[in-house]
C-alpha cells in the first residue's frame, strides 16, 4: 500500500533556531501532499497544502513566512520551521493520497514529527 | 461551518468488551467519511464510508454511516489491549478533491486486560 515515510521523528531545538521536516513518499509519486499539525490533547488541523512546482497553499492563522514549504520533487515536500519558538511545540504530520487509486482514496500520513522548543 | 464531533470522548473497558464509537457531522457538499486510528505516531487508516447503510468490515473492527441521520459508528467486538489508542472520525473538506480533512476530537479508548 501506499507509504509515506517522515524525518526526523523527534527534534528538540532551541528558541530562534529553524527547523527542517522531511516527508517523502515512497512508492509513488504525489504532486500535492498536505501538512497537519496536532497540539496535545486536540485533534488535526491542516496547516498548509504542497504543490509540487508551484507555491504552497496556506490555511487561515498559517503564516507562510514561519513555515516554509518546499515541494522539491514529486516525492519529497520538506516544512521548515524559522525561528522557532516554544509555542510552535506541536506533532507535524505530512500526508498524501496515492493518485493511481484516485481522487476520492483516503491520505495516508507519515509517523509525524514531535517538535519540542525549549 | 464544516464540523465533526465523536463521543464518547473517552473510554474504559475491559478485554472482551464491545465498544461502540460514535461520530456526528455537518458538512456542505458531503463526499465521504473517514476512520483513522492513532496510536503514539501518526493516524493509520481504517475506513472510508461514502454510502449510507453498508456496513465495512475489518476483522474485529466495522463501520456504517447513516447519511440521512449524519453520523456514522465504529464497532470493535473482542476488544483487546492492543486497541487501544485515539480512534479519528474526519471528512473532506470543500468542494474540490482536497487533502483537508475536518477531523473530530478522536475517542480515546483504554482497553484493560
Known amino acids: 500500500g501506499a507509504v509515506v515515510s517522515q524525518h526526523p521523528s523527534r527534534v528538540i531545538c532551541k528558541s530562534g533556531t529553524s527547523v527542517k521536516i522531511e516527508c517523502r513518499s515512497l512508492?509513488?509519486?504525489?504532486?500535492?501532499m498536505f501538512w497537519y499539525r496536532q497540539f496535545p490533547k486536540q485533534s488535526l488541523m491542516l496547516m498548509a497544502t504542497?504543490?509540487?512546482?508551484?507555491?504552497?497553499?496556506?490555511e487561515q492563522g498559517v503564516e507562510k513566512d514561519k513555515f516554509l514549504i518546499n515541494h522539491a520533487s514529486l516525492t519529497l515536500s520538506t516544512l521548515t520551521v524559522t525561528s522557532a519558538h516554544p509555542e510552535d511545540s506541536s506533532f507535524y504530520i505530512c500526508?498524501?493520497?496515492?493518485?493511481?487509486?484516485?481522487?476520492?482514496?483516503?491520505?495516508?500520513f507519515g509517523n509525524g514529527t514531535r517538535l519540542t522548543v525549549t | 461551518e464544516d464540523k465533526v464531533v465523536q463521543s464518547p470522548l473517552s473510554l474504559v473497558v475491559h478485554e472482551g468488551d464491545t465498544v461502540t464509537l460514535n461520530c456526528s457531522y455537518e458538512v456542505t457538499n458531503f463526499r465521504s467519511l473517514l476512520w483513522y486510528k492513532q496510536e503514539k505516531k501518526a493516524p493509520t487508516f481504517l475506513f472510508m464510508l461514502t454510502s449510507s447503510g453498508i456496513e465495512k468490515k475489518s476483522g474485529r473492527l466495522s463501520s456504517i454511516l447513516d447519511k440521512k441521520e449524519l453520523f456514522s459508528i465504529l464497532n470493535i467486538t473482542a476488544t483487546q489491549t492492543g486497541d487501544s489508542a485515539v480512534y479519528l472520525c474526519a471528512v473532506p473538506h470543500g468542494s474540490s478533491n482536497t487533502g483537508k480533512l475536518i477531523f473530530g476530537q478522536g475517542t480515546t479508548l483504554q482497553v484493560k486486560p
Open positions: 504542497s504543490n509540487e512546482g508551484s507555491k504552497a497553499t496556506y
Open positions: 500526508s498524501a493520497r496515492d493518485p493511481h487509486r484516485g481522487l476520492g482514496s483516503p491520505l495516508h
Open positions: 512508492d509513488f509519486q504525489a504532486t500535492t
